[in-house]
């Protein structure tokens, strides 16, 4: 069974991918925005992911999930990763994680709560 | 979405080395050379003056021409620190920067009439043989490869599309700066080259060479970009994106700091989207211009301050669009003495007048002019003063059918043909773009079948390099229709009677098209490369499914592009782009009329009766304020409005030789005329107006260059002279020393 896995830059391999530990929860691909042509063609735009962790243990914890997304020094960081798409197949994409941010992705109540690594610009990784 | 600021490095640092100025100054010495040397500094880069080093609070201006070792020439400048003025003091800081900017050439007026261009320069054969047009091809910009570290770059991108004004084109010749350097297999005399540009910003020029050893550069932008060390703006978005076939504007709200010092006011902006595919790849690029002005926001709030600006960006067409332009004219001359002259004067050589010597857009961006050449002749043209884009925009649509400057996205400069105003038949085959019911997610219109206009009237100038004569044509035709208003088109050249007449049958009918310009919004934000300044087609299909309550449907429709409004909706999880697309569906329409003074002098009208009056006419004007004398061509004699004095000999009247015979039918009385002798005219030159053989008028000039009229009076009535058929006007003109002269017999239709 596959598993969440990341990496750092675009287009990584498959077998250079990194399983993200601990492993999230996710809801597939979803996009920004659907519209529709006047013949009832449909247009996904935007396309992004959003990682979700209920709760870390520690400051630790939280802090290498950053790590792993190369999000902890920098707000945004070109990764390939492999997440389940629109229709929850696995699929190895590019895009750009961003750092959660504090209150929204992120909340922090004893323990780092309710966290999102978001995923975004997502293309398909050659 | 990468958008880079050029930070110009600087190419000359000195101190001005002057006790006292007298403005307007065009030049000043310099020592104190602490950067570079003279031969760094290149006409057309920007140079700044301040109190201290590289400040600019001193005025900013541009190279005109290279330096000697103690002289620096600048645009003529009066005093002051805006852009074009220079307040300078002895040992103020001059920095030369590495950046070309579209500017204004201003033109000087000596003491003694004699006219120089840009601060100094002589008519010599400049409008004898005017310089080429080097066209270096549109930007770039994108990341350095990998292995390599360089970005390859073509240049042009396409063909070659450098041209002479006069003669042909000689040779290239590429000036590569350091960190670009030619790829093997190519020479800079090449029309076309490959280059491996290091990291960061460079200009690469390109000189063309004539036949006549004219020449001229334009230069073109690269930005090479370096990921690990990335000179990019990270924090922008796009608050508005707006393209027309006049050009783009862009406003770009930036996050981070850009200080002036670092980007200065008005510098190089580029903007893309993705990579080049290959060397010669510019569908990356989204916008490139200059930095016009910056709104700013500080707000205090609970928790914090929050900062923001936004970059207004206009392309070369927006800078000309905001440069001035001054009133000028040009005379047809077999030997030019003066920039008011020329030879063998077209439209075409005109356009490029206005912008090669009135602005140094064509040092930075492409222009290919019109290609009609020789097909219009002018006697003498002007020009009102307006924005230089207006004046070249004003002169292009007086081209019967209309031709328009425009400027598309790669920042080219073009002028093709408003294929509206064209027959069908010549009307340009090409699609640019398809819009299926795939395409668009809303279209909004209004149908409004009654028109707006009930007459459309329109007048023109024959294009003549011997002649002024004006033709006239009204549309529908002599019985208006059912619109409220009346329009006029005047101030064209036209080829013939009959291109006035199919140009404004289809003008009459555009402005009284059936429905307005259709409101589409392309689905999935893909503005499928749509180019509004190519006037190519866009082809639009709604079905009768579609269609709305009143059933309009169409297939493949075909419409020109007007404008382009990119909304960008920088969200969250990603950026949701709205295009909206304006288009404006073909329409055409039979000839107007020609129109022809009517043979009754019934005050009622036509032929005796009629219920409508004939048209009121305003005479057509041209900016050199003549009002012409409408020419209704030959009755089997010369009609001609202007007479030349080709060597100072009278030129003698006789029946076998008049000037204008008074068709039969016709009834005119005949007002008063005006004549403008030539600049080398004499004092000593007079005209006589004799009508059937007798004295009717004289005409004397104080001076070369003046204008003399009279109002002619019948004595035996005391009233206008009343001209009926058979009747023949002649001219007697003496004259000291050889001069052009025009004139013009100012009358109106019937008694």
Redesign the interface.
């Known amino acids: 069974m596959s598993t969440y896995k990341v990496a750092d830059g675009h287009n990584i391999a498959s077998a250079n991918l990194v399983t993200v530990d601990p492993q999230p929860r996710s809801e597939g691909i979803?996009?920004?925005?659907r519209?529709?042509?006047?013949?009832g063609?449909v247009?996904d735009?935007?396309?992004?992911v959003e990682l979700l962790f209920s709760m870390l243990p520690d400051v630790a914890t939280y802090q290498s999930v950053l790590q792993q997304f190369g999000v902890q020094a920098a707000l945004t960081n070109q990764v390939t990763v492999l997440v389940r798409d629109e229709i929850f197949a696995w699929a190895r994409v590019n895009g750009t994680a961003v750092r959660p941010e504090p209150g929204r992705d992120v909340r922090w109540s004893y323990f780092p709560r309710d966290i999102t690594i978001?995923v975004?610009?997502l293309e398909a990784a050659s | 979405m990468k958008v880079v600021l050029l930070q110009p490095a600087v190419v000359f640092r000195a101190r001005v080395n002057q006790a006292s100025f007298s403005y307007p100054l065009a030049d000043i010495t310099y020592d104190g050379v602490t950067v570079g040397n003279p031969s760094a500094v290149q006409p057309g880069m920007t140079v700044v003056f301040g109190s201290s080093a590289g400040g600019d609070d001193l005025g900013r201006q541009r190279v005109r021409r290279g330096p000697t070792a103690d002289t620096l020439y600048i645009g003529r400048s009066s005093r002051g620190s805006r852009d074009g003025e220079v307040d300078l003091a002895d040992n103020a800081h001059v920095t030369v920067l590495d950046d070309y900017r579209v500017w204004a050439k201003i033109s000087y007026i000596a003491a003694d009439g004699t006219v120089y261009k840009d601060a100094d320069l002589e008519v010599g054969t400049n409008t004898t043989t005017p310089p080429p047009v080097a066209n270096a091809g549109a930007p770039t910009a994108g990341t350095i490869d990998r292995t390599t570290g360089k970005l390859r770059v073509q240049l042009p991108h396409g063909s070659n599309t450098s041209f002479a004004v006069a003669g042909t084109i000689a040779s290239y010749s590429w000036t590569l700066p350091a960190g670009v350097t030619l790829l093997e297999g190519y020479n800079l005399d090449d029309p076309q080259i490959q280059v491996d540009c290091a990291p960061g910003f460079h200009w690469v020029a390109l000189t063309v060479f004539d036949s006549n050893s004219k020449s001229h550069t334009a230069r073109v932008p690269i930005f090479a970009r370096d990921p690990a060390e990335d000179l990019c703006i990270g924090s922008c978005t796009i608050e508005s994106h707006r393209i027309t076939p006049q050009g783009q504007q862009i406003s770009l709200r930036v996050l981070e700091s850009i200080p002036e010092g670092s980007y200065p006011d008005g510098t190089l902006v580029m903007l893309w989207e993705g990579e080049p595919a290959g060397p010669a790849d510019r569908s990356h690029l989204v916008f490139w211009g200059w930095h016009h002005n910056d709104p700013a926001s500080i707000a205090a709030s609970r928790t914090g301050i929050l900062r923001g600006v936004t970059l207004e960006c206009l392309d070369v067409a927006g800078k000309l669009d905001r440069l001035p332009g001054f009133t000028q004219s040009v005379e047809g001359k077999a030997s030019p003495a003066s920039w008011l002259e020329m030879a063998s004067p077209n439209m075409d050589k005109y356009l490029h007048y206005l912008l090669h010597w009135h602005s140094t857009a064509l040092e930075v961006a492409d222009w290919t002019w019109t290609g009609t050449g020789a097909a219009f002749p002018f006697v003498v043209l002007g020009s009102d003063g307006a924005s230089l884009f207006d004046q070249v925009e004003q002169r292009a649509r007086a081209l019967v059918p209309d031709y328009h400057l425009t400027c598309n996205r790669l920042g080219q400069l073009r002028m093709p043909v408003d294929p509206l105003l064209q027959d069908i038949a010549q009307r340009t085959a090409t699609v640019q773009a398809t819009l299926g019911e795939a395409d668009w997610s809303e279209v909004r219109y209004a149908r409004q079948r009654p028109g707006r206009y009930h007459w459309h009237r329109g007048n023109a100038v024959l294009a003549s390099a011997t002649e002024i004569a004006a033709i006239f044509c009204v549309a529908p035709g002599d019985a208006p229709a059912q619109g409220e208003l009346a329009q006029e088109q005047g101030e064209q050249l036209a080829r013939s009677q009959a291109d006035l007449n199919a140009c404004e049958g289809h003008r009459y009918a555009r402005a009284n098209a059936p429905e307005t310009p259709f409101t589409i919004t392309l689905a999935g934000g893909d503005d499928r490369g749509i180019e509004p300044a190519d006037y190519t087609w866009v082809q639009l299909t709604i079905s009768s499914s579609t269609a709305a309550q009143r059933g309009l449907a169409f297939t493949e429709a075909r419409g020109l592009p007007l404008e382009l409004n990119i909304r960008y909706d920088q969200r969250r999880e990603g950026l949701a782009r709205t295009v909206g697309l304006l288009w404006e569906r073909e329409t055409a329409g039979p000839p107007a009329v020609t129109y022809t003074v009517p043979v009754s002098d019934d005050p009622g009208g036509h032929g005796g009766g009629g219920m409508f009056p004939p048209p009121d006419w305003d005479l057509p004007e041209f900016d050199f304020g003549f009002d012409w004398f409408p020419s209704w061509g030959a009755v089997g004699a010369v009609t001609r409005a202007a007479v030349y004095v080709q060597s100072g000999a009278v030129e003698t009247d006789a029946a076998a030789s008049p000037i204008f015979i008074v068709p039969a039918g016709m009834v005119l009385r005949l007002k008063a005329a005006v004549a403008r002798l030539g600049t080398a005219g004499t004092s000593s030159t007079s005209v006589r107006l004799l009508l059937n053989g007798q004295l009717i008028a004289t005409l004397s000039f104080g001076a070369g260059g003046c204008t003399a009229s009279q109002a002619v009076i019948d004595p035996s009535t005391g009233q206008d002279y009343l001209l009926t058929g058979g009747d023949y006007l002649s001219v007697q003109v003496t004259a000291a020393g050889a001069g052009a002269m025009g004139l013009c017999l100012l009358a109106v239709m019937r008694g």
């Open positions: 979803k996009c920004t925005r519209s529709y042509g006047a013949d063609s247009y735009e935007g396309r992004y978001l975004r610009d």
